[in-house]
């Protein structure tokens, strides 16, 4: 319960006093400083209702219980509406991560990613909040591979996902289209003339065409890298971020070779999963910040483009 909620009177006042409530932290832990500013809305609240006709009733309601939808609708916030986007200021900033979905492909899943998120503590059974258990694999949807993912050794030596260099994940990057009619091979490697000093390539395929990640089902006919143009950009390229548009770097025929190639160094970092459907092939900013998982060979991850 709310300090003002907690006064005689309140729920009788004027609807900018309740509104005034709702951008409270009303769950928020005491410490010193909120004590103090609630003692000062408290001081300057007693003064108003000493000076405010108010008929008595106190209201003993949680916050986020029917009472509130009164207050919502003299507040404006009867009708909600969610707006999801995929640019940011004006298109400047792009989002190339995939929202999680339960029908989104999942490795080698016939019937997709399915349930991943869980209620576990809801205010409809009277808890003071909502609270949401995640569990999904950590090669889902937008993601990136650590060292530790197909070698025992670095596996075993903590080469995680919280060991990856953050100087690679962000800078400038360079968004290709590969030809759309084969794997990624050392031949389509040098048709691509990826310029020198270049850091961080991402390669739009066919399976961008065929909006491979918005189909539920798995499916090994995607393009990836075959081990020879895995060899060839680490051999002829400064390039030390690749990123893919499907769930695997490396086309299934080689799907083993092609990673061994790219993670034996330790210096490639592996993101897949792309969303590059809606972005024109450039130069861009990238910034991707996957999750701090200690002991995870493999974590989500959150990139975006800035124009």
């Given at each position: 319960?709310?300090?003002?909620?907690?006064?005689?009177?309140?729920a009788?006042?004027?609807?900018?006093?309740?509104?005034?409530?709702?951008?409270?932290?009303?769950?928020?832990?005491?410490?010193?400083?909120?004590?103090?500013?609630?003692?000062?809305?408290?001081?300057?609240?007693?003064?108003?209702?000493?000076?405010s006709?108010?008929p008595?009733?106190?209201t003993?309601?949680?916050?986020?219980?029917?009472?509130?939808?009164?207050e919502?609708a003299?507040?404006?916030?009867?009708?909600?509406?969610?707006?999801?986007?995929?640019?940011?200021?004006?298109?400047?900033?792009?989002?190339?991560?995939?929202a999680?979905?339960?029908?989104?492909?999942?490795?080698?899943?016939?019937?997709?990613?399915?349930?991943?998120?869980?209620?576990?503590?809801?205010?409809?059974?009277?808890?003071?909040?909502?609270?949401?258990?995640?569990?999904?694999?950590?090669?889902?949807?937008?993601?990136?591979?650590a060292?530790?993912?197909?070698?025992?050794?670095?596996?075993?030596?903590?080469?995680?996902?919280?060991?990856?260099?953050?100087?690679?994940?962000?800078?400038?990057?360079?968004?290709?289209?590969?030809?759309?009619?084969?794997?990624?091979?050392?031949?389509?490697?040098?048709?691509?003339?990826?310029?020198?000093?270049?850091?961080?390539?991402?390669?739009?395929?066919?399976?961008?065409?065929?909006?491979?990640?918005?189909?539920?089902?798995?499916?090994?006919?995607?393009?990836?890298?075959?081990?020879?143009?895995a060899?060839?950009?680490?051999?002829?390229?400064?390039?030390?971020?690749?990123?893919?548009?499907?769930?695997?770097?490396?086309?299934?025929?080689?799907?083993?070779?092609?990673?061994?190639?790219?993670?034996?160094?330790?210096?490639?970092?592996?993101?897949?999963?792309?969303?590059?459907?809606?972005?024109?092939?450039?130069?861009?900013?990238?910034?991707?910040l996957?999750?701090?998982?200690?002991?995870?060979?493999?974590s989500?991850?959150?990139?975006?483009?800035?124009?």
């Open positions: 319960m709310s300090n003002l909620a907690a006064v005689d009177g309140v009788d006042q004027p609807a900018a006093l309740l509104c005034i409530e709702k951008e409270m932290d009303v769950h928020s832990p005491p410490t010193a400083m909120a004590a103090a500013a609630a003692a000062d809305s408290l001081f300057f609240l007693f003064l108003y209702l000493l000076v006709p108010s008595g009733g106190a003993t309601a949680h916050p986020g219980y029917p009472q509130e939808e009164e919502e003299e507040c404006g916030l009867r009708d909600l509406a969610v707006v999801r986007r995929e640019e940011y200021g004006g298109g400047r900033i792009v989002d190339i991560s995939h999680y979905r339960e029908e989104m492909p999942g490795w080698e899943r016939e019937e997709g990613l399915g349930r991943f998120l869980r209620l576990t503590r809801s205010m409809d059974d009277g808890d003071v909040a909502y609270f949401s258990e995640l569990r999904l694999p950590a090669h889902s949807g937008t993601h990136v591979d060292p530790g993912h197909v070698f025992r050794r670095y596996y075993d030596a903590g080469f995680d996902v919280d060991t990856l260099d953050l100087d690679v994940l962000n800078g400038p990057a360079l968004l290709l289209d590969v030809p759309r009619d084969k794997n990624i091979t050392a031949e389509v490697m040098k048709s691509l003339h990826i310029p020198k000093g270049a850091r961080r390539v991402l390669f739009r395929t066919l399976n961008t065409d065929r909006q491979l990640m918005w189909k539920t089902e798995f499916d090994t006919s995607y393009v990836g890298f075959m081990k020879d143009g060899q060839w950009l680490v051999d002829n390229t400064d390039v030390k971020l690749v990123g893919v548009d499907y769930l695997s770097i490396a086309a299934w025929d080689d799907l083993i070779p092609s990673h061994l190639v790219f993670l034996r160094s330790r210096e490639i970092i592996l993101v897949e999963a792309l969303k590059l459907d809606h972005v024109e092939a450039d130069v861009y900013d990238l910034h991707c996957p999750l701090r998982l200690r002991g995870a060979e493999g989500p991850i959150r990139c975006i483009l800035i124009k």
